[in-house]
C-alpha cells in the first residue's frame, strides 16, 4: 500500500512549461475553467521534493488516498467493493435523494439526523433500462451500499454463490427491467475493527460514523465472514446525511470478478485478522 496525493494547483496557462517538464502534466491537462491543474504522485515518487519547489508560495490543495498493487489485492482475505459506473440517479429524483428514499425505504428507520435508513420496501427505479455495453456491474449515485447486476451475469455467478435478487422498474412505465437485477445482500451484525475515537455518534440515533476516506487498509472484520461469499458489513461511514454501509467480497469473488474482466470496479483490501 502506498499514499497516493493529489494535487489541484492555480496557475496560469503560461506557468504550465516546469510541471510539463517533470512529465505531471500535458497541455491539454490544464483546466480553464478553474485556473490550474491536477495530478497524483505516490509517496515515494523521486519528483516530490523538486514539485514542492515549484509549489512554494503557490495556491494548492491535498487530497490522499490509499494506493494497492495486484499483490495486495490479491493478498487480501477480504475486500470491500466500489463502482465507477454510476448508472444516473435513483428515481423519483425530483426533490433530491429524499424523494426516492421515501419510497424505496421503510419510513420507520430513517434517521433525521444522519440519513441512516431502514429496510428496502419496494424496487429500485431506473430511469432508464441500463446501456451495459461490455460492463457487468453498477452502483447509482448518492448510493454506496447497494449493487446491480446484469441479469444473466447474476444467473451465471452470484445465484450459485446462494445470493437472492430483486427486480428493479423502469420508473416511467413501473415495468420490471428484465436485463438488471439488484443484489439482495445479506446484512451482517458485525463490521471493522474501527478505531472508536476516531467515529462520530449521530445525537440523534446514536450511532458511531467514519470518515468513508479511509488511507490505508480498512481495518480487520470483527466476525465470522466465512460463510459469506458477499456481504454487507455493519459500519457507517459518510458525513451529513449521507451515511452508508461497506459492500465485502470474499477474495474468491475478487478472483472471479478480476477472471471475468468485469469492469468498472474498485477494490479496498480489508487487513487479514
Ligand atoms: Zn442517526
Redo the contacts with the bound molecule.
Keep these: 500500500m502506498k499514499v497516493k496525493r493529489q494535487y489541484s494547483v492555480k496557475l496560469e496557462r503560461s506557468e504550465l512549461q516546469p510541471f510539463m517538464d517533470l512529465a505531471l502534466v500535458r497541455e491539454k491537462d490544464y483546466l480553464e475553467f478553474s485556473r490550474s491543474i491536477v495530478f497524483h504522485l505516490l509517496e515515494d515518487d523521486e519528483r516530490i521534493p523538486a514539485v514542492l519547489r515549484l509549489l512554494d508560495g503557490r495556491k494548492y490543495g491535498t487530497y490522499d488516498t490509499a494506493a494497492f498493487s495486484d499483490e495486495d489485492l490479491e493478498a487480501a482475505d477480504h475486500l470491500a467493493l466500489g463502482f465507477s459506473w454510476l448508472n444516473g440517479y435513483p428515481q423519483p429524483d425530483g426533490d433530491g435523494a429524499s424523494d426516492y428514499q421515501r419510497i424505496t425505504y421503510d419510513p420507520e428507520g430513517l434517521?433525521?439526523?444522519?440519513?441512516?435508513y431502514g429496510k428496502q420496501i419496494t424496487p429500485f427505479r431506473l430511469r432508464l433500462p441500463p446501456k451495459w455495453g461490455r460492463r457487468k456491474m453498477f452502483s447509482l449515485n448518492w448510493i454506496f451500499d447497494e449493487m446491480f447486476v446484469e441479469t444473466s451475469y447474476y444467473e451465471a455467478r452470484f445465484r450459485p454463490l446462494g445470493l437472492e435478487a430483486r427486480d428493479v422498474v423502469h420508473h416511467k412505465s413501473g415495468d420490471i427491467i428484465p436485463t438488471v437485477k439488484q443484489i439482495d445482500l445479506p446484512d451482517v451484525d458485525f463490521g471493522f475493527q474501527m478505531d472508536t475515537s476516531k467515529g462520530e455518534i449521530?445525537?440523534?440515533?446514536?450511532?458511531p460514523r467514519y470518515h468513508p476516506n479511509v488511507v490505508d487498509y480498512l481495518p480487520p472484520l470483527n466476525g465470522d465472514a466465512s460463510t459469506y461469499p458477499v456481504f454487507r458489513a455493519n459500519t457507517y461511514f459518510g458525513d451529513g446525511m449521507n451515511?452508508f454501509r461497506k459492500i465485502v467480497i470474499s477474495s474468491d469473488v475478487f478472483s472471479m470478478l478480476k477472471d471475468d474482466k468485469v469492469r468498472a470496479l474498485y477494490f479496498h483490501p480489508i487487513k487479514n485478522a
Excluded at 111 to 116: F, N, P, R
Design positions: 434517521c433525521e439526523g444522519c440519513g441512516i449521530c445525537k440523534v440515533c446514536g450511532t451515511s
